[in-house]
C-alpha cells in the first residue's frame, strides 16, 4: 500500500528534501518532485532519488504548443522518472504529443521504460465559482474533470490527476484500468489549508484512487515518519 502513498516534496532546496527523504527511508512511497524543487535543485535532484531506488512522480504541469510538450516529454523520460504530467486544457494534440515524445525517448535508449503519463484536469484548489466565473468553464467541476479525462484517454495517456471526489465519475467514464492521482488529501482532523476539494486517505482509496498525494501533512509534521505511517495504515483498513 505504500507504494500507492506519493510524498510531495515541496521544499525550496535540495538539502531540506533530503533531510525528509531520509527520515522516510525504508518506506517505499512515491516521490513526487514539483515545480519549486525541480526549478531550485534540477534534474540531478531526480536521479539522485532514483539511485535511492524510490519510484518518481516529476509534477511539472506541462502546458504548451505539442511541438514544445514533445521535446520536453523526451527530455523528462531520459531522467528515468516514472510519472510526469501535463494540462488536459492543452487539448488531445498537445496529449498525443507528450505520449509521443516520450516514445521516442524510449525507443532511442532501450535501458528506459515508458513512464506514466498523466494529464491535470482541475487543480483541487479550483472551486466552482473560481472555475465558472474566473476560469471560463461553465457547468460543474466533476463534468468539466470528466470532460478531460476522456479527453486524456483519447490522447493515449495513461490516467489523470483529480481531486478524490471525482474518481468515480472517472472510472465509470474511462474504466478501472484508468489511473487516478489525488491530491487534495487531509488527514481526520487536519486543516484543509488552501485545497478546496478533498478526503481523508482512506476515503480516497475506499473510493478508487490508484495514488494518492500528500504533502504538508507529512512534510510539515513534527515527526514526518510517524504520520506517513499512520497514513499508510489508514490506506490499508481501507
Request: proline share 5%; hydrophobic share 45%; aromatic share 4%.
Amino acid at each position: 500500500m505504500a507504494e500507492r502513498l506519493m510524498v510531495a516534496l515541496d521544499f525550496p532546496n535540495a538539502e531540506k528534501a533530503r533531510s525528509l527523504v531520509a527520515s522516510l527511508q525504508g518506506i517505499p512511497c512515491y516521490m513526487k518532485v514539483g515545480m519549486q524543487l525541480f526549478y531550485a535543485a534540477g534534474p540531478d535532484f531526480v536521479r539522485e532519488l532514483k539511485d535511492k531506488g524510490y519510484s518518481v512522480f516529476l509534477d511539472l504541469k506541462m502546458h504548451d504548443i505539442p511541438n514544445t510538450v514533445r521535446g520536453g516529454a523526451d527530455s523528462i523520460t531520459r531522467l528515468g522518472v516514472d510519472m510526469f504530467n501535463v494540462h488536459a486544457a492543452g487539448g488531445t494534440a498537445m496529449m498525443r504529443a507528450a505520449r509521443e515524445g516520450a516514445q521516442e525517448a524510449v525507443e532511442e535508449n532501450s535501458s528506459l521504460s515508458l513512464p506514466l503519463i498523466i494529464a491535470v484536469t482541475q487543480l483541487t484548489s479550483t472551486d466552482q465559482r473560481t472555475m465558472n466565473e474566473e476560469i471560463g468553464i461553465q457547468g460543474s467541476v466533476e463534468a468539466a474533470v470528466v470532460r478531460y479525462a476522456r479527453l486524456a484517454e483519447e490522447a493515449g495517456l495513461h490516467g489523470v490527476v483529480a481531486s478524490p471526489l471525482e474518481v468515480q465519475a472517472i472510472r465509470e467514464a474511462c474504466g478501472p484500468d484508468f489511473r487516478t492521482v489525488t491530491p487534495g488529501i487531509r488527514p481526520a482532523g487536519s486543516s484543509a489549508l488552501d485545497q478546496a476539494r478533498i478526503l481523508t486517505p482512506g476515503q480516497a482509496i475506499a473510493g478508487g484512487s490508484s495514488y494518492i498525494v500528500v504533502g504538508r501533512p507529512i512534510t510539515g509534521a513534527a515527526d514526518p515518519r510517524e504520520a506517513a505511517q499512520h497514513i499508510i495504515e489508514e490506506m490499508m483498513n481501507a
